[in-house]
């Protein structure tokens, strides 16, 4: 294969200070814990739990009225 030449060539100072591009690294970071259930699906299960609830209580209600 044939060489390309560069275009550029490299300069380096001859006073001075000479610096470096800062490598980017990894950072750890705390783990982040998760809820086993989100909020909405625990809004679901308390609504569907009054609603139970108040199901039962009709049904008692009803019973009584019969008796």
Known sequence: ???VKSVFREVLPKQ???SMED???MVLC???LLPLKS???EK???M???AQEAIKQQEVA???QSQ
């Open 16 to 18: 001075g200070q000479l």
């Open 30 to 32: 705390k783990p982040k």
């Open 23 to 25: 490598v980017p690294t």
């Open 39 to 41: 909020v909405t699906v």
């Open 44 to 46: 679901l299960e308390k």
């Open 48 to 50: 569907q739990m009054e």
């Open 62 to 64: 009803m019973k009584e």
């Open 1 to 3: 294969m044939p060489e």
